[in-house]
């Protein structure tokens, strides 16, 4: 099933352009700083760039040598720092520091700092507080979108859901709105826009009215059709739970970053760890990445056998055969040969630890959880887990997960539980609850009266209303959307190797919420029939026609279903276009969500494009709250 | 049109003609005589100021501001000090130079705009001449003073004022002199008697014109072309020098025998001049002298001014208005008597053509035998540009047109655009108008500029129309016509801010270039602050509505908008804006109604003002905020007294905050704070910093069961807790009779499969044994299966029939275990 696309699905548009873009931008930002220079670069911008331009390429453009943002001090001899940074204060903050300390000496250098993807305001306003503004020359490189594969485009930003979700900071809404312009203006036009959370709201906003200001022209022929805009705090159940086909399985277990992963010597099985790049172009990977974990050894075993046959034709072969095989067929073997070795040293070690008693006892756990059955034997398990210490992370997840299938915990189980953990993984912790309370990850169940009493409350304090509102508004409602949905399949066997819906991404056990609305609002061609879900998920979503043309989608967002803006019918929209879909996640995405996209766009013959601020999954949503602060 | 030559006057090997612009529409008693006159180039207005030197408040004199047509555009009297010369700036602002060195701008309508002085010396001294001059920096002014110092200011919108160095020898003003801008530089040329002197920013040279008899006298009157290149010197003995203005060249030197001198005299030559000549004038005599040496005279009859323009001499007279200019080339080759220019013929063509006579045919024939017909079009469309009567543009074209017929490989393009161009050229030569622009002047000047004119004279609907035929882009075009309107519009007092706020949206409704906040600054700078506030209520980009908002000081209305634009930068910008504006409280307040702008502070302090962020809490009553705080903070703290010092403050706003948990929760950790430090300072355990749950593993593991055992009851640890970790302590510690001692202290709250578990863990089978009977009957088979005894799991799921236990050991059971398999699938099938 791998790789077998419907055979009327339209081709992938081609998104290598905005690589192009990007390294041309990149270079013209670094010449305008001519002569040899140093350049600094954020930690977390290494793998990106990589991606972008190579060393040599750098070098070619005269960057002297390489360094990594540390915030300590520089040992650089060179004449001119070049800073390629994340629009941060503290990294601003060092950086006038080193200013200050050069001119302590009297060294007389330039500076030029390059913030991706934009400038803040707040980091030139820190430079003048510093009196390094007129020290330091600042520009922005426009680097919005990372293909890291042929379907996916990330926007590498992680901070996106801390920033938006808990502190309320929508600073990069404006950067995804440029974003969807950009995509917009390569590959639009978009001819409907559909959309679910607070924050697409006004990334969309945003988009229009970079879309009526600027006045770029599409370039004829759209080549995506529709768009369809999620936030993460839509459906924060997915992300939180494990993942079980194999690319989730390679990003929970070994971390993949920037599509590449650095596969421990306990897989390689030699001395050395190495790095692979996990994408489309890797044969091996690619047939194996969508599967259900149970499935990949036997595909892969299937595979060495091949692979064994193919090598075993050279036997029997005369010389002018033999000079043809191995100048043609060998390398490509050889290759895939390795490739083969490491995914099965990969898999071994994802048995070792998947097979182990507890992982079985927690995915039962987690399904229990989902289906909303034997929670009393759920909540001694997570007791237990906390009680003995085994993940800080791991625990917290399924506390979230517990809190946010059940719409909340009993004030008494979340006490005991809470303090619980604060117990076992300390008091720092109190300040974690704070945050993840804030994103409606966890939640006390609230009765009708402590219903009333927080009404009151927002009407007291009027200043603060909008927060105790969406306060109110986090209540998950995970059991009537999942009846709704239908997103536990009834189904007691479920053939894994032959998959009939998105639920195989999680063992047949959940279909994710996030896949189940995108697939319902494609198929109904917007919200009409699902007004009892979106009432569940807080009425925020949205569907517009025809944003394409600025005035025409002027009068704004039009909430409910299917009252779209101009007509449907306009030129240009082939019916190759109108399969050709781009979901952006904003707030991140699992491989989960991706594998159950992939899935439904082989049923129904789209061509589905995931757009995320950053790949996620359970503990690096969490690793990012639980990190706040402490 | 038969008589076009009829005006025509032979000079040299070249034709003049003199042809009517206008019949003037203005009624002036006396024509111009006695006035100071001051007519812009290219077309542009007049100036008239009559009787400049009465002085007596009672009968002052009056300034009149006229189209070139002679259309009464302002009228006013002049209430200021003596003027002595009038001028128009590039950007049609009217320069009145008076006697005390002041200049004073009015625009086109008479309003007056501003005013400057030439410098202290000069009011003192007294002007006695002045120059208004163009150069490439823009309109500049030159005087000179009885004292006979010539300062100079080269762009008035850009003030230098230079003072030329002494002229030696020279009392009061020079007999004649001129702007020279040359090299980038401006200089004065000037004469005393037959010398002649260039001033310059530091010295003042003699300089000699090569090849003037030095017989010929003073120099009476000298002139500099329109593009400074040239120039032309009087003598007293009646001779007209002409050469470069750069004195290195003599072009010819022409008797005049005249003795007097003129009262003007401009060069009159045009690009690509046959036979440049230099315009004379006398009381009743106007005189060409060409450089070959013919003149051409003209009687005149009434008063008047030269007005030189890039072709040729605008003739401005009291009655009539002339244009004396050159015979262009081309139209002297058709025009010409008994032409047999491919042109001539094909003009003449077209007419036989329109008579109906086979003549066409024959001419037609003599221009295609010469194959000459291309050029002939040529040649039609191009004389046609250079006429200034309707009927024969209309001829030209017309014969181009019927050429053009017969020829298959013709670029229309060059005949489609002198049709444009001539249309707009007549609309706004039309009398009504009265911008009289040669073809030549109009391509020099280009179309952007001219309607900028048409904008400065507010014919707002005729610069739309050009705008829109000659299809000029909205943003160049109609946007920038309509962004002048408004901006004039909002000006206007006699309308209430209600109208003029419906008038402009109406007109610019959502024109693309056009900006409503570019128009509101116009109205608040009118002090029409409200109709400012209106105005911006139409912008679309929220985000231009902010910077003037912040300027009107309207800064809750800027932040609300900034907050609706979506733009976080532009959000933090009011916001820093506000903070240096307000005091703290107002700030707070204001912040408080918008929560992304206060929660993009709050972001801002958390990094950069801690004490800010407390602040911000604090005014918001936000004491679980404050509590959260204050728990960040006691990690910061190094020492424990300020730990525990800022963790009571958590617990004061824990409880404030009503939040028992919390509260409890810190208290604890302060107790827990305070334990620990009393153990590591008696045992030096560092345990500083640690979990409960770590504590209690150290302490277990360093043996201090009995301190352990005091957080146990202390803290209320669930026993499970205190169970699972007992237990792994002394397993991991291999203490097998204390972990014996333990199972049996009282009844497991875990059950027994753990110490099962811990023990394999461990690699003791032996004591895991032990633990094996004491597991509950439902984990037994799980307890078999650790221990890795298949034949135990097996009895004990046979016992239970538990289908799921029996698969679970039959998953186990290895393929050689033949008859423990069969066992297992018997108890299974009997189920």
């Known amino acids: 099933m791998a790789a077998a696309f419907r055979r009327d699905a339209p081709p992938q548009p081609d998104f290598s352009l905005l690589k192009r873009l990007a390294r041309d931008q990149l270079i013209f930002l670094l010449e305008q700083l001519p002569g040899k220079k140093d350049l600094f670069i954020d930690a977390d911008l290494m793998s990106p760039l990589d991606r972008i331009a190579n060393v040599s390429t750098l070098k070619q453009h005269e960057v002297d040598k390489l360094y990594k943002v540390e915030h300590k001090a520089v040992v650089s001899s060179a004449d001119q720092l070049c800073f390629l940074i994340r629009p941060r204060i503290q990294t601003v903050k060092w950086i006038c520091d080193l200013v200050k300390s050069d001119k302590a000496v009297g060294r007389v250098r330039r500076y030029k ?49 801390t920033d938006t979700f808990l502190a309320g900071d929508q600073r990069w809404v404006r950067t995804v709105g440029s974003a969807l312009h950009l995509l917009h203006s390569l590959f639009g036009p978009f001819s409907k826009v559909y959309g679910i959370g607070r924050i697409a709201k006004m990334v969309y906003e945003s988009f229009r009215i970079q879309l009526q200001t600027e006045e770029t022209r599409t370039r004829g022929d759209a080549q995506i059709g529709n768009v369809f805009i999620i936030d993460r705090d839509v459906d924060l159940v997915t992300p939180l739970c494990s993942q079980v086909v194999y690319e989730g399985l390679v990003d929970d277990i070994f971390r993949i970053k920037c599509g590449c992963v650095e596969f421990s010597p306990d ?18 990977f690619n047939e194996i990445r969508n599967e259900h974990f149970s499935n990949v050894f036997g595909f892969l075993s299937q595979k060495a056998r091949t692979l064994q046959t193919a090598y075993d034709r050279r036997r029997g072969m005369d010389i002018k055969q033999m000079k043809t095989f191995v100048s043609e067929e060998l390398k490509g073997l050889k290759q895939e040969h390795r490739l083969l070795s490491l995914h099965i040293g990969a898999s071994e070690a994802m048995m070792k630890r998947k097979t182990k008693q507890d992982f079985q006892e927690m995915l039962r756990t987690e399904h229990s959880l989902l289906e909303g059955f034997e929670i009393r034997e759920c909540i001694n398990f997570i007791e237990e887990h906390i009680n003995r210490q085994v993940s800080v992370l791991e625990s917290l997840r399924l506390l979230c997960l517990l809190s946010l299938t059940e719409n909340g915990l009993l004030p008494k189980d979340l006490r005991s539980l809470k303090a619980q953990y604060l117990q076992s993984y300390g008091f720092e912790h109190l300040l974690t609850f704070s ?32 927060e105790a509102f969406s306060s109110l508004a986090k209540k998950s409602n995970f059991r009537a959307l999942s009846r709704r949905l239908n ?75 299917g009252s779209g803006l101009g007509s449907t019918s306009s030129p240009g929209f082939g019916p190759d276009s109108q399969r050709r879909v781009l979901v952006l996640f904003l707030g991140g995405c699992t491989f989960s969500e991706i594998a159950a996209l992939r899935f439904l766009a082989r049923e129904r013959g789209y061509r589905i494009t995931t757009v995320t601020t950053a790949i996620t999954n359970s503990s690096r949503l969490l690793e990012s709250l639980v990190q706040n602060k402490v | 049109m038969a008589f076009v030559t009829a005006s025509w006057n032979p000079l040299g090997d070249a034709f003049y003609r003199k042809s009517e612009l206008y019949e003037m529409s203005w009624s002036l008693k006396d024509g111009l005589r006695d006035s100071l006159v001051a007519a812009a180039p290219y077309g542009g207005p007049i100036a008239v100021l009559k009787e400049p030197q009465r002085r007596s408040p009672s009968s002052r004199p009056h300034l009149d501001i006229y189209s070139a047509s002679g259309q009464t555009l302002a009228s006013f009297t002049w209430k200021s000090g003596v003027v002595l010369q009038l001028g128009w700036s590039v950007s049609d602002e009217l320069l009145c130079v008076q006697e005390d060195g002041t200049v004073l701008i009015y625009d086109l309508f008479g309003s007056f705009k501003r005013h400057f002085s030439m410098g202290q010396e000069i009011t003192h001294d007294q002007v006695v001449q002045a120059r208004v001059f163009h150069s490439p920096f823009g309109t500049g002014v030159a005087v000179v003073t009885a004292s006979a110092r010539f300062t100079l200011a080269t762009n008035i919108d850009d003030l230098k004022l230079r003072r030329l160095p002494e002229v030696p020898g020279l009392q009061g003003a020079p007999s004649s002199w001129a702007i020279l801008t040359q090299e980038r530089q401006t200089k004065v040329l000037l004469s005393i008697g037959p010398e002649l002197y260039v001033l310059d920013h530091t010295s003042c040279t003699a300089v000699y014109p090569p090849g003037l008899s030095p017989d010929s006298g003073s120099i009476l009157q000298m002139c500099v072309s329109f593009s400074y290149k040239y120039l032309a010197l009087f003598t007293e003995s009646g ?6 203005s750069s004195l290195q060249e003599k072009f010819s030197e022409v008797d005049t025998k005249m003795r007097s001198a003129p009262k003007q005299m401009v060069w009159c030559r045009r690009p690509r001049a046959q036979q440049p000549s230099v315009v004379l004038m006398w009381e009743r005599l106007l005189l060409v002298a060409g450089q070959c040496g013919d003149t051409i005279q003209f009687p005149l009859d009434q008063v008047s001014v030269l007005v030189p323009e890039l072709d040729g001499i605008r003739v401005l007279g009291g009655f009539h208005q002339e244009l004396l200019q050159e015979v262009p080339l081309v139209s002297q080759e058709i025009f010409k008597i008994a032409s047999m220019s491919p042109g001539a013929l094909l003009l003449e063509a077209h007419r036989e053509y329109e008579k109906q006579s086979q003549r066409a045919d024959e001419y037609l024939r003599e221009i295609k035998e010469q194959s000459v017909l291309s050029e002939a079009v040529a040649q039609c469309v191009e004389a046609a540009a250079h006429e200034w009567d309707c009927t024969t543009q209309k001829a030209l074209l017309r014969a181009a047109s019927f050429g053009k017929c017969f020829l298959s490989d013709f670029s229309p393009e060059s005949f489609v655009s002198i049709c444009r161009e001539l249309r707009v050229l007549n609309a706004v030569r039309e009398s009504t108008v009265g911008i009289p622009l040669t073809h030549t002047q109009f391509k020099q000047m280009t179309v952007q500029v001219l309607i900028d004119r048409l904008v400065h004279r507010r014919l707002y609907p005729l610069a739309m129309e050009i705008c829109r035929y000659l299809k000029i882009p909205e943003f160049q075009g109609v946007s920038r016509v309509l962004r002048h309107w408004a901006s004039c519009k909002v000006q206007q007092t006699d309308l209430s801010d209600e109208a003029v706020a419906r008038v402009v949206c109406a007109k610019v409704g959502d024109t693309p270039g056009v900006s409503y906040s570019h128009i509101a600054a116009k109205a608040y700078e009118s002090g029409r602050p409200e109709l400012a506030i209106k105005l911006l209520e139409f912008e679309a980009r929220s985000g231009e509505q902010v910077p003037l908002l912040l300027k009107m000081k309207r800064s809750h209305l800027a932040l609300s908008k900034a907050v609706e634009s979506g733009d976080t930068d532009l959000v933090f910008t009011v916001v820093t804006f506000l903070k240096n504006e307000m005091n703290r409280g107002d700030f707070f307040m204001t912040l408080r109604n918008q929560p992304l702008a206060l929660s993009l502070y709050r972001q801002f302090c958390r990094v950069q003002e801690s004490q800010t962020l407390k602040d911000l809490l604090n005014q918001d009553d936000d004491h679980e905020g404050l509590g959260n705080f204050y728990v960040a903070s006691a990690f910061k703290e190094q020492r424990l007294e300020g730990r525990v010092a800022a963790l009571q403050n958590a617990v004061d706003e824990f409880n404030k905050a009503k939040n028992d948990f919390n509260a409890k929760a810190t208290e604890e950790e302060m107790k827990l704070l305070r334990f620990q430090k009393k153990l590591d300072e008696e045992k030096g355990a560092g345990l500083q910093g640690m979990s409960l749950q770590d504590t209690m593993e150290t302490l277990l593991n360093l043996g201090l069961h009995k301190q352990a055992e005091q957080l146990y009851r202390d803290f209320r640890v669930p026993d499970k807790r205190f169970w699972w970790l007992k237990l792994r302590a002394l397993a991991e510690k291999q203490d097998w009779d204390e972990l014996d001692k333990f199972s049996r202290s009282k009844k497991s709250p875990i059950g027994y499969l753990p110490f099962v578990d811990v023990c394999v863990k461990n690699h003791n ?62 108890a299974t099938a009997k189920k």
């Open chain 1, 487 to 561: 997103l536990v399949p009834k189904s007691e066997d479920y053939d894994l190797r032959v998959p009939k819906d998105m639920s195989y991404v999680f063992s047949g056990a959940y279909v994710p919420l996030s896949c189940r609305l995108i697939e319902q609002v494609l198929d109904r061609e917007g919200w009409s029939g699902l007004e009892e879900v979106t009432r569940l998920l807080n009425r925020h979503e949205f569907s517009v026609t025809g944003s394409t043309s600025g005035s025409e989608g002027s009068s704004g967002l039009t909430s409910g279903a």
């Open chain 1, 435 to 466: 945050s993840l309370r804030t994103l409606g990850l966890i939640q006390e169940q609230q009765t009708t009266e402590t219903l009333s009493a927080v009404e009151t409350r927002v009407r007291l304090t009027a200043g603060r209303l909008t």
């Open chain 1, 267 to 284: 897989v390689t099985s030699s001395e050395k760890s190495v790095k692979v790049m996990l994408n489309s172009q890797d044969k091996v």
């Open chain 2, 765 to 826: 089978q032996h004591e895991a044994k032990k633990y094996l009977l004491r597991v509950s009957p439902e984990q037994r088979v799980q307890a078999c299966l650790l221990l890795g005894d298949l034949e135990g799991a097996a009895d004990a799921a046979i016992e239970r029939r538990n289908e799921g236990e029996l698969g679970a050991v039959l998953n186990r059971c290895p393929a050689s275990n033949r008859q423990l398999m069969e066992r297992l699938q018997r």
């Open chain 1, 113 to 161: 700092i390059i913030f991706t993807p934009q400038k803040f305001f707040a980091c030139e306003a820190i430079l003048e507080e510093h009196g390094a503004f007129g020290d330091v020359s600042c520009d922005q490189w426009d680097f919005h979108l990372l293909p890291v594969d042929d379907d996916i485009i990330s926007l590498e930003l992680p901070e996106f859901f």
């Open chain 2, 239 to 244: 001779l007209v020098w002409t050469g470069t």
